[in-house]
T-cell receptor, first 113, second 118 residues
Framework: SQQGEEDPQALSIQEGENATMNCSYK?????LQWYRQNSGRGLVHLILIRSNEREKHSGRLRVTLDTSKKSSSLLITASRAADTASYFCATDARQGGSEKLVFGKGTKLTVNP | KAGVTQTPRYLIKTRGQQVTLSCSPISGHRSVSWYQQTPGQGLQFLFEYFSETQRNKGNFPGRFSGRQFSNSRSEMNVSTLELGDSALYLC?????????????????FGPGTRLTVL
C-alpha cells in the first residue's frame, strides 16, 4: 500500500484562490517532500520538510507537518494557471533492508484562468 | 549545471523484447534512482545506484535490472517485456541519495522515457 496518500485526488479552482492539498502516511518518517509534475513530464522538487519541523515556506508555498497525525499539507497561495499540475508527497521508507522514496498517487490541480 | 537527461524520450517495443534506458545525472551527483510511473500504480521505486553499486531495491521482478558506470551514468534494462511494463520511467539524481534512512538530499528528476509495449 502507498506510504503517502494525497487528498483530494483532484482539485479545480480559479486563478487567485488558494489551493490546499493533504498527504497522510502510515509509518514514521525522517523527511517528507512535495513534488510537482506537469502532464507526463519529470517531477520538480518543491520543498522538503524534516520530521522535527512543523512548517516551512517557499515563495507562495507553505508546507505543514503533523507527525502525531502522520499528515502534511501543501498550501499554494494566490494560485496561477501555471500551477496546474499534479502534486505528490513522498516519504522515506525502509523495507527489507532497503531505503526508498515512496510517493502517493497525487493530487491533480487545475487552476482556471 | 545541466539537468538530468534521459534517452530515449519515447520508445515502442513489442512483448518479449528487451529494452535499455539511459540516464545521465547532474554533474557531481553519485546517486541515481529509477522509478516507474503508471496510471494504476502511480510512482514506484525500482532501484538506486550509488558509486556503481546497487544500494537499494524496490519490489520489482528480476526482469528489471540496472547498472551504473564510473561517470555515474546509469542504464536500466527490462528483459522479456510485458504489456504491463508500459509506463513512464523516471530517473532521479542526487549527491547523497537514499542513505541510512535520513534522506535530506533533494532528488532531481529527468523528463522520463515513455515506454509503450505492444
Amino acid at each position: 500500500s502507498q506510504q503517502g496518500e494525497e487528498d483530494p485526488q483532484a482539485l479545480s479552482i480559479q486563478e487567485g484562490e488558494n489551493a490546499t492539498m493533504n498527504c497522510s502516511y502510515k509509518t514514521s518518517i525522517n523527511n517528507l517532500q512535495w513534488y510537482r509534475q506537469n502532464s507526463g513530464r519529470g517531477l520538480v522538487h518543491l520543498i522538503l520538510i524534516r520530521s522535527n519541523e512543523r512548517e516551512k515556506h517557499s515563495g507562495r508555498l507553505r508546507v505543514t507537518l503533523d507527525t502525531s497525525k502522520k499528515s502534511s499539507s501543501l498550501l499554494i497561495t494566490a494560485s496561477r494557471a501555471a500551477d496546474t499540475a499534479s502534486y505528490f508527497c513522498a516519504t522515506d521508507a525502509r523495507q527489507g533492508g532497503s531505503e526508498k522514496l515512496v510517493f502517493g498517487k497525487g493530487t491533480k490541480l487545475t487552476v482556471n484562468p | 549545471k545541466a539537468g538530468v537527461t534521459q534517452t530515449p524520450r519515447y520508445l515502442i517495443k513489442t512483448r518479449g523484447q528487451q529494452v535499455t534506458l539511459s540516464c545521465s545525472p547532474i554533474s557531481g551527483h553519485r546517486s541515481v534512482s529509477w522509478y516507474q510511473q503508471t496510471p494504476g500504480q502511480g510512482l514506484q521505486f525500482l532501484f538506486e545506484y550509488f558509486s556503481e553499486t546497487q544500494r537499494n531495491k524496490g519490489n520489482f521482478p528480476g526482469r528489471f535490472s540496472g547498472r551504473q558506470f564510473s561517470n555515474s551514468r546509469s542504464e536500466m534494462n527490462v528483459s522479456t517485456l510485458e504489456l504491463g511494463d508500459s509506463a513512464l520511467y523516471l530517473c532521479a539524481s542526487s549527491f547523497l541519495g537514499l542513505a541510512g534512512g535520513f534522506i535530506t538530499d533533494t532528488q532531481y528528476f529527468g523528463p522520463g522515457t515513455r515506454l509503450t509495449v505492444l
